[in-house]
């Protein structure tokens, strides 16, 4: 899922996509992710709506949390997006609230070097970019 994505831009923790259809009728998916402060639960929450907008073509409908920015919800109809602080994370605990629906953990893997074919004589090191890896947890595997 992009969101999930976007919010893994700004290093977004413990991102979990739980699938919620056929559980309710209130939206499809919940992205669930953590901020270790206040100022990255903002970056993290800006950088979805952005990306989102800019890159998916799919503006948020409304969005709630920005004045104490210990959860920031954001909602697209189709999914929406929660932002936790640590401490209101193991607070709400979402994912307890919503155990009977399939859950995905979103983590960020580096992508190894590629074998170089000749040598080059820069000293730098090589460049690699990162890319996602679902891993499903007991429940259920969700296809997206």
Not at 63 to 68: A, H, T, Y
Request: glycine letters at 2%; a neutral charge; hydrophobic letters at 45%.
């Amino acid at each position: 899922m992009k969101a999930a994505q976007y919010a893994l831009e700004k290093k977004a923790a413990d991102i979990h996509v739980l699938d919620l259809t056929g559980i309710t009728s209130m939206t499809d998916y919940f992205v669930v992710a953590t901020g270790s402060s206040d100022r990255q639960v903002k970056a993290i929450a800006e950088n979805v709506i952005a990306e989102m907008r800019d890159t998916e073509g799919v503006r948020a409908w409304r969005s709630e949390g920005w004045d104490s920015l210990q959860w920031v919800i954001i909602d697209f109809v189709d999914f929406v997006v929660h932002i936790f602080h640590p401490t209101a994370r193991l607070y709400y605990n979402i994912e307890r609230l919503w155990a009977d629906a399939p859950m995905v953990e979103v983590i960020d893997e580096p992508i190894p070097a590629k074998p170089a074919r000749w040598k080059k004589k820069s000293a730098a090191a090589p460049i690699t970019d990162a890319k996602i890896k679902v891993i499903s947890d007991s429940r259920a595997r969700l296809s997206t």
